[in-house]
């Protein structure tokens, strides 16, 4: 069996290690909207999707790396019963 490498940062794969080791010195998760550096961080990892046929859009995958501190800022945009929704579910910690 073939040994693979992986990126401890952003999990891709490596068939060499010292190829490996390279992209992983360089290796960082910025959060999509401030830019901080999150490798070493807790982050909110927004799956993949497709948008609807006929979305602006439309045909993107959309997927995103957030701080903590962007996705409650954008919570907070959101209309009072979207926050009112996602203050009272049941896994509450964001403030
Ligand atoms: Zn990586
Ligand atoms: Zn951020």
């Known amino acids: 069996m073939r040994q693979v490498w992986e990126c401890e940062v952003c999990g891709e794969k490596f068939s060499d290690k010292d190829k ?9 998760i910025l959060c999509d909207k401030c830019g901080k550096d999150i ?17 602006k859009l439309d045909g993107r995958v959309v ?5 903590d ?5 954008i919570i907070n ?8 929704r996602i203050e009272f579910s049941e896994a509450n910690y964001c403030n």
């Open 63 to 67: 997927e995103l790396n957030l701080c």
């Open 39 to 55: 490798s070493k961080i807790n982050f909110h990892h927004i799956k993949p999707f497709l948008p609807f046929y006929g979305s």
């Open 69 to 73: 501190e962007c996705l409650c800022s």
């Open 77 to 84: 945009k959101l209309t009072d019963t979207a926050k009112e």
């Open 20 to 28: 490996c080791l390279e992209h992983e010195k360089n290796c960082k």
